[in-house]
Every structure is written in C-alpha cells, then in structure tokens.
DNA sequence: GCTTGAGATTGACGTAACGTCAAGGTATAT
DNA sequence: ATATACCTTGACGTTACGTCAATCTCAAGC
C-alpha cells in the first residue's frame, strides 16, 4: 500500500504538516520521493507512524521517540506491552484529574446557587418596593388593596424555578432586541418578537397581563432613566425606546 | 507579608522566570514596585497565584485562568463544564487506544492481520468521527445516509456561539431533569420541561426535527448502555429512563 | 569603605511541536 | 482549457516559559 501525505494523514488522523515536520527532523522518512516531489509512504512507515503516535500519546518527546524506534534492540512487542502498562496508568491519572474538575465545578456550582440565591431575594425585595412606589398608588385606587396585596404575594411565592425561566427570557429578549437594533426597525420580526418576549417575561411578574398596563410600561422605559440607562448599556443605545415602540405597535396590533 | 520574586517564587515552588512572566501577561501583577524597581508582592497575589496554580494544574490555558479570575462568577462554570468535556473525551480516546494496543499486540503475537485503518483507530478524535461513531449507525439505518451527512455538514459549520448556546442548554437540561428525578414523574412538569429542553438542544444537531426521531432517541438512551451510563452518572440513576420517558409523553401529546 | 555573592532588573533569543499563511507546481475530472 | 484538490518549500506565529547577557541593588564580612 502506498500513501501520499494527505492520505496518510487522514488515515492516521494527524496532520500533513504533521508529516512533513516529522519527515523534516528524522523521525519519520517517506518510502520515497516520486518524481514530482510528492512523498511517497509504504506499510512499514504506517508501522512506524503508528509507534510514534503510541509514544506521544505517553507524552514523551520525539527526540526521546526516534532514540527508542532507532535503537537497534528495539522490541515491538516488548514496546507495546509498555504502552499498554504506561497507558492504563495515564488513565487513572487522568480519571483523578477529572474528579478533581469535577468536585471543583460541583462547589462552584453550589456556590452559584447560593450566590443567585441570595441576589434573587435581594432582587426580589428591590422590585416589590420600586413596584410599590411606581405602580402601587394607582392600582390601589383602581383595583384596591386586595390586588395589589395579591401581586406581593405572587412575587414573595415566585419560586427559583420561576426567576431562573424569567431569566432565560430576559435573555432571549436581549438577544431579540440586539437584533432588532440592527435595522431599528420597532415594527420588525426581531422587535416584535422582542415585545412578545417581554409580554411573557412579563406575565411572571404581573397577576393578570393587560395591552395597557403593559404600554404603560413600556412608555415608563424612556421616561424613567433608570429603565433607559439599564436597556441601553445593557443592549446598546436607544434599545429602551426601540423596545417603547415594539410594544406600543405590538399592544395594538395584536 | 510581602515578597520578592525570588521569595514568593521558593514559597510557591515556581520560577521567578515564571513570575515576571506573568507579570509581563499580566496575569499576576505585583502589589507594587519598589524604588529599586524590584517587584514586590503581598497577600492577596499570593492568594491570586494559589488560584493560577489550581487551574494551572487543572490543564486550564493561561488565557482561560486569567478570565476565569477577573470574571468570577461568569465563567467559571461554564470553563471547567467545557474542560471537563474536553477531558472526557480523551478520556474515552485513551480508551480505544489501550483497545488498539491490546489488538495490535495480539496481531504481532498471533501473526494475524490488521490493515492499516485498523492500526490507527485509537489515535482519532475529530468530533465528527465521534458523533457519527455514536448516532451514525442508529440513524443511517433508520433515516438514511443523507440525513447523517447533512448533520454532519451542520456540525462543522457550527459555530462557537452555537456551541455555547448548546451547552448552556444541556446544563439547563441537566438542572431540570435532577429536579425531574425528585418526584420520578415523567409527565410532571420538570421532567416535560427536559423533555422540551432536550428538543431544542437536538434542534443544534439535527437539520430537521420530527418527533418519531426524538421519540427514537429517547428509546436509545435506555437500549444503549453508552447513553444510559452517561445521563445516569452525570445526573442520577434512572435519569436515562425517566428522559426517555418524559420524551416519550412529550413527542405524544405536544 | 570595599568587596563579594546573592538576588534583582530588562532585553532578547531559544525551545517543542506543530499551525497557518503565501507562492507556486501537479494531477485529474469535466 | 480550466477548475479543483493536492503537492511542494519557505517563513513566521504560538504557548509557557528556559536560558543567557549586561547591568543594578542589597546585606554581610573584612
């Protein structure tokens, strides 16, 4: 059988420059050259590529390599039972490594939880009151007390379950509304999912969803600077009024 | 405490060669330079290199540690979630490759045999001979060839964002099918949200989706023990069957 | 005060094992 | 005849430092 550099090198899974370097230093010399200058490889230097790559798997250098392929009591068999010795103990070696990983991503992960747990309730408390202050004079005049007592309820019940969908979707709005700025355009696919998007999102803080309310809302996003810096340095500038303008065309269209 | 190179290099068994270098990359800069120019380096750096240290050994690139360190709580998780991937995999490589040298011991002992594409299965590790390893046969028989090689094309082109996007996805799945195994209800709500979740993270392989090949998958998880082994050991025992049938209940009635 | 040896500094080049262009020649199918 | 895939030889880039060289600083001993 004969291989030039690209079949060998697909057949090895190794690169040609692979093969070149290899042929470069010594350590692996093609059968021959045929007249064009193509490197021509046989069976005894896929044997031979196919002890290198045994070798470097150990992780020994290639110098180290064509010392042992070139010493003249050199024993395949007597190499390949080393390998399998040397390989098994890389294996458990490496099964360390991983359960190291591991038990280092399980405390970071149990530190996340904490962490998220925490910012949730701090996040939690922080929107019930800016809530309160912004909504709660006018929906206690128009619905009473008993509603907006219930909204505070949903809010303190909302579940981790509940704030980690919510924030998939916050950042599937993100995502939506970055697109949207691109063409800027408040009547688009990207800005109109946008606003069903934040419909949604929505829907997790609200106890009931009106076209109104949710306008309202949105007009509040460039009214209040607050809302204005956090969508425009988040998403990128004149996301707040874009997402204004997707939901005003959104709450009467649809 | 403060130090000097020389100092903090004894104290935490690095080269000073290797402190300036990462002073140089910024990795780890010095608390301050005296007047004589000389680095000096108090408390908190070398909590900083205990860190690098720690990451350095976990086979993480500089580059990684030095995000990983000034981003905390973003890119932990995910980091460690892909070199534990990347791991894993060479694990299972090490695998076949103790596999091939077993074989090619007993071809040399037996005189028997092996052609050349043979010689070099253990040393391939290009995903897409993995994934085709894995899902071919199963869905070449049963959806034919095309479908496997328009997947395959769809891997190539898929790009980092994408790659991320699927990850996130799978430790979304991850999280709700552990809460899934809670209650052990595959038509309960966590175990159908895994069920929805494993669908959009097939949509990242799978050019077309329909729901007999999803089912199909599910059934594969408890057949094979290659799939079984792995959601049971990442996730919980029984997580294989309770996938399959969340998957089942939800290919049925959505 | 002077010497001496350890330790500090900034370059700058070296190393391993290739990856990645660039510029050009070759083989082959249409 | 041309497109495409594959071949060639440079030559520079990469990672994580090692290894000089030339010079400066510090603390100790005489």
Redesign the pocket.
């Known amino acids: 059988m004969q291989y030039?550099?690209?079949?060998l090198?697909d057949l090895a899974g190794?690169?040609?420059?692979?093969?070149?370097?290899?042929?470069q230093?010594g350590l692996l010399k093609?059968e021959k050259?045929?007249?064009?200058?193509?490197?021509i490889y046989g069976t005894r230097q896929v044997d031979r590529l196919q002890q290198i790559l045994f070798y470097?798997e150990l992780g020994?250098?290639?110098?180290?390599?064509q010392a042992i392929l070139d010493a003249p009591d050199f024993n395949v068999i007597h190499a390949l039972s080393d390998h399998h010795k040397k390989l098994s103990e890389k294996r458990r070696q490496l099964d360390r490594l991983i359960a190291t990983v591991e038990k280092t991503l399980a405390a970071k992960k149990g530190e996340k939880i904490m962490n998220d747990t925490e910012k949730f309730e701090g996040f939690k408390q922080e929107l019930i009151d800016k809530n309160e202050a912004l909504y709660g004079k006018e929906i206690r005049e128009k619905y009473g007390d008993e509603a907006v007592r219930q909204s505070n309820e949903k809010w303190k019940k909302m579940s981790q379950a509940d704030y980690d969908a919510s924030s998939r979707l916050e950042e599937a709005l993100s995502t939506e509304l970055k697109r949207a700025l691109k063409t800027g355009d408040p009547a688009g696919q990207a800005a109109q999912k946008a606003a069903e998007l934040h419909r949604q999102w929505l829907s997790y803080f609200w106890v009931s969803y009106s076209k109104e309310a949710h306008a309202g809302l949105g007009n509040l996003y460039t009214a209040d600077t607050r809302f204005t810096d956090y969508y425009d340095s988040r998403i990128g500038k004149g996301a707040a009024k874009l997402l204004r303008d997707a939901i005003l065309i959104y709450t009467k269209t649809k």
Chains 1, 2 share one sequence.
Do not use: C, E, M
């Open positions: 030039t550099v690209k079949q090198s190794v690169s040609a420059r692979t093969l070149r370097f290899y042929d230093t093609p050259i045929n007249t064009s200058g193509y490197r470097r020994l250098s290639l110098k180290t390599i």
